[in-house]
Antibody, heavy 120, light 107 residues
Framework: QVQLKESGPGLVQPSQTLSLTCTVS????????VHWVRQPPGKGLEWMGR???????SYNSALKSRLSISRDTSKNQVFLKMNSLQTDDTGTYYC??????????????WGQGVMVTVSS | DIQMTQSPASLSASLGETVSIECLAS??????LAWYQQKPGKSPQLLIY???SLQDGVPSRFSGSGSGTQYSLKISGMQPEDEGVYYC?????????FGAGTKLELK
C-alpha cells in the first residue's frame, strides 16, 4: 500500500541546517510528485516545495533562498534541506504526494509528520 | 501568490445539522481546489479534489461546489467524527496555498 514516512532530527539549533528524508513505498517517484508541507504548532498549513516526477523542483518564494529538495529514486527517498533555521521554523513537517493528471487531484496520501523544534 | 480566504474561522454545529465552509481565491483557480480535514495530532486527510469530486472512502455527506474564485464545502448532517479543522488549498499555480482553516466543533 501507499506509504510516506518522514525522518530526521527532532531538535535543531538556531542558524543550523535541517535535513529531512521522506521514504516512500507503494508507488514510484517517477510517476508522482512529492511535496513538503509544514505546520507551526497550533497554526495552519504552509506549502514549502515540490519534487516533480521528472526531477524538476518548485519552491515557496518565501523559503526559496534557504530550501533545497532532492531525491534518490533508487532508494525511494525525497530529501529536504533548509538552512539558517530560526525559532519560527519550529513545527511539524509533512511529505505528501499528488498525481500528474492534467486536472488537480489534491494531496491524497500524507506521511505521519515529523516534529522539528528549533532551540538552543 | 494566490491568497485563499477561508470563512468562518470557527463554527459549532448540532448533530445532524448542515454546515458550510467558504473559500475565496484572490484570482480564478479553474476548480483546482481541494478540501482537507485535520484532526488533532493527525495528518490532513483529503476530502474533495477538483472542487467537487469526492475522494474514495470519504462519506457522501461531504460535498464541494464552486467555480472561478468562490468555493464551498458542505457537510450534510454533522456527525461527531466530523469535528476537526478544515482547510481549502489551491493547486492551480505555484506556490500552492492553503486557507487559514475552519475549526468545526459539535455543539
Amino acid at each position: 500500500q501507499v506509504q510516506l514516512k518522514e525522518s530526521g532530527p527532532g531538535l535543531v539549533q538556531p542558524s543550523q541546517t535541517l535535513s529531512l528524508t521522506c521514504t516512500v513505498s507503494g508507488f514510484s517517484l517517477t510517476s508522482y510528485n512529492v511535496h513538503w508541507v509544514r505546520q507551526p504548532p497550533g497554526k495552519g498549513l504552509e506549502w514549502m516545495g515540490r519534487m516533480r516526477y521528472n526531477g524538476d523542483t518548485s519552491y515557496n518564494s518565501a523559503l526559496k533562498s534557504r530550501l533545497s529538495i532532492s531525491r534518490d529514486t533508487s532508494k525511494n527517498q525525497v530529501f529536504l534541506k533548509m538552512n539558517s533555521l530560526q525559532t519560527d521554523d519550529t513545527g511539524t513537517y509533512y511529505c505528501t504526494r499528488d498525481t500528474i493528471y492534467s486536472s488537480y487531484r489534491g494531496f491524497d496520501y500524507w506521511g505521519q509528520g515529523v516534529m522539528v523544534t528549533v532551540s538552543s | 501568490d494566490i491568497q485563499m480566504t477561508q470563512s468562518p474561522a470557527s463554527l459549532s454545529a448540532s448533530l445532524g445539522e448542515t454546515v458550510s465552509i467558504e473559500c475565496l481565491a484572490s484570482e480564478g483557480i479553474s476548480n483546482s481546489l481541494a478540501w482537507y480535514q485535520q484532526k488533532p495530532g493527525k495528518s490532513p486527510q483529503l476530502l474533495i479534489y477538483g472542487a467537487s469530486s469526492l475522494q474514495d472512502g470519504v462519506p457522501s455527506r461531504f460535498s464541494g461546489s464552486g467555480s472561478g474564485t468562490q468555493y464551498s464545502l458542505k457537510i450534510s448532517g454533522m456527525q461527531p467524527e466530523d469535528e476537526g479543522v478544515y482547510y481549502c488549498q489551491q493547486g492551480y499555480k505555484y506556490p500552492y496555498t492553503f486557507g487559514a482553516g475552519t475549526k468545526l466543533e459539535l455543539k
